[in-house]
């Protein structure tokens, strides 16, 4: 029913930025928010950022608060992850998802993308 596309993934060095970006297709009028979640190998998947499609709210983790930053072209129907002050922590497999409402958990988010590698160098 909903497609998710994301793309921008690559290596990068700490400090560097990276820009993700999620192009969402078919029924997404039903889904109201948009997440990014990223998960390391050997790690549990974690919530990155969410955007609501209406309303302007957003959420981020802890994390990557004031680094990152999280934003939607309703014309384009994609999100965006601005990826700043990057760190090898930040090392995972990003992906982003649809739920119909704006949460942090990854059980919330029926649909997903394939995700995207990104890889911080030290």
């Known amino acids: 029913q909903v497609q998710l596309v994301e793309s921008g993934g690559g290596l990068v060095q700490t400090g560097g930025s990276l820009g993700l970006s999620c192009a969402a297709s078919?029924?997404?009028?039903?889904?109201?928010?948009v997440g990014w979640f990223r998960q390391a190998p050997g790690k549990e998947r974690e919530f990155v950022a969410a955007?609501?499609?209406?309303?302007?709210?957003?959420n981020y983790a802890d994390s990557v608060k004031g680094r990152f930053t999280i934003s939607r072209d309703n014309a384009k129907n994609t999100v965006y992850l601005q990826m700043n002050s990057l760190k090898p922590e930040d090392t995972a497999q990003y992906y982003c998802?649809?739920?119909?409402?704006?949460?942090?958990?990854?059980?919330?988010?029926?649909?997903w993308g394939q995700g995207t590698q990104v890889t911080v160098s030290s």
């Open positions: 078919g029924r997404t009028s039903y889904y109201t928010a």
């Open positions: 998802a649809c739920a119909r409402r704006l949460g942090i958990s990854e059980y919330e988010y029926p649909y």
């Open positions: 955007i609501s499609w209406s309303g302007d709210s957003t």
